[in-house]
């Protein structure tokens, strides 16, 4: 099961995503992603849609208690998106109210989602029906490149190719599956997001490479710009203590998820502690919750006094 070539990790992104999307295509796919529910659930009754008046994790496709949630049903939804996409497109800049003629409300508050549903659709449509593209025949017997169709997030894809295969090839492939223009994100064996760090390291022998998975190292010189964020507030700002009582358990899950070993863990809390004591914080603000919070996730605890 030896690969013929390495393999790299590539990123594409889709140009003026909102204001190339056609407002009768997304309706188009709206549409048409209800009907491929209503296919997929086998359902035969009325669509309808239940939002929790509480917890948005208990909103689920059907009926419920009217006590417990707002129902609404498909030509309700549906009036809502036709609304939005036709005819919330106005805006003001500098005192001057704007009207957007092309594509869907750059800004708006479903925007994001209207144009994810597009891509999905057009995924459905074509990528279901399709075999990957680079990565076939040999590379198949690997588990670790498998799946490996192209993963979306919004208007950014990623995937993985062989280093021989042409990248506008691939490009223009994909350009056919969302009928977009894309362009070059970047391309090498480290994917890093604004969590996350993916690095694929290659075997010199023709085997199957390695994937690693990390917490992303924010304090890095390599770190891009916009990657450069705050995770934590300043010691001196008003409520960071109990900010920190939510941060440090997202932290130290996030130390749980982004890893293939416990050593990888191991690395992730390191960096958790680094950056924690470099914004030289109370102790007792974060070394309890954090310590308590990985014995929860059975990882290894810090030598923290």
């Known amino acids: 099961g030896k690969l013929p070539d390495k393999v790299t990790f590539w990123e594409l992104d889709i140009v003026a995503m909102f204001p190339n999307l056609s407002r009768d295509r997304v309706w188009a796919a709206i549409q048409e992603m209800f009907t491929i529910v209503r296919r997929s659930r086998r359902m035969r009754g009325h669509l309808r849609f239940a939002i929790n008046k509480i917890d948005r994790k208990l909103d689920r496709i059907g009926g419920g208690s009217p006590d417990l949630f707002t129902n609404f049903t498909k030509q309700q939804v549906l009036d809502f998106v036709y609304f939005d996409i036709y005819c919330n497109d106005l805006f003001v800049y500098l005192n001057v109210v704007y009207r957007q003629i092309r594509g869907i409300a750059i800004g708006g508050t479903c925007s994001s989602q209207l144009a994810c549903a597009d891509c999905m659709v057009s995924e459905y449509n074509y990528l279901q029906t399709v075999p990957p593209f680079a990565l076939q025949g040999l590379a198949s017997l690997h588990p670790c490149i498998l799946?490996?169709?192209?993963?979306?997030?919004?208007?950014?894809?990623?995937?993985?190719?062989?280093?021989?295969?042409?990248?506008?090839?691939?490009?223009?492939?994909?350009?056919?599956?969302?009928?977009?223009?894309?362009?070059?994100?970047?391309?090498?064996?480290?994917?890093?997001?604004?969590?996350?760090?993916?690095?694929?390291?290659?075997?010199?022998?023709h085997s199957p490479p390695i994937i690693h998975i990390r917490l992303a190292d924010k304090g890095t010189k390599f770190t891009k710009a916009h990657q450069c964020?705050?995770?934590?507030?300043?010691?001196?700002?008003?409520?960071?203590?109990?900010?920190?009582?939510?941060?440090?358990?997202?932290?130290?899950?996030?130390?749980?998820?982004?890893?293939?070993?416990?050593?990888?863990?191991?690395?992730?809390i390191e960096l958790v502690v680094r950056d924690l004591q470099g914004k030289e914080y109370c102790k007792r603000w974060w070394v309890p919750c954090l310590k308590g919070c990985l014995d929860k996730w059975g990882l290894p605890l810090p030598a923290l006094s």
């Open 147 to 205: 799946p490996v169709k192209p993963g979306r997030f919004r208007d950014n894809c990623l995937g993985m190719k062989f280093v021989s295969t042409s990248f506008d090839d691939l490009q223009s492939w994909l350009e056919g599956v969302y009928n977009l223009q894309l362009q070059c994100e970047g391309m090498g064996d480290i994917w890093t997001t604004l969590q996350g760090e993916i690095q694929v390291d290659q075997a010199t022998d």
């Open 229 to 268: 964020l705050m995770r934590y507030p300043d010691a001196y700002a008003p409520k960071a203590p109990r900010t920190l009582k939510s941060l440090v358990p997202a932290m130290s899950k996030n130390c749980a998820y982004y890893r293939d070993t416990l050593a990888d863990a191991q690395s992730n």
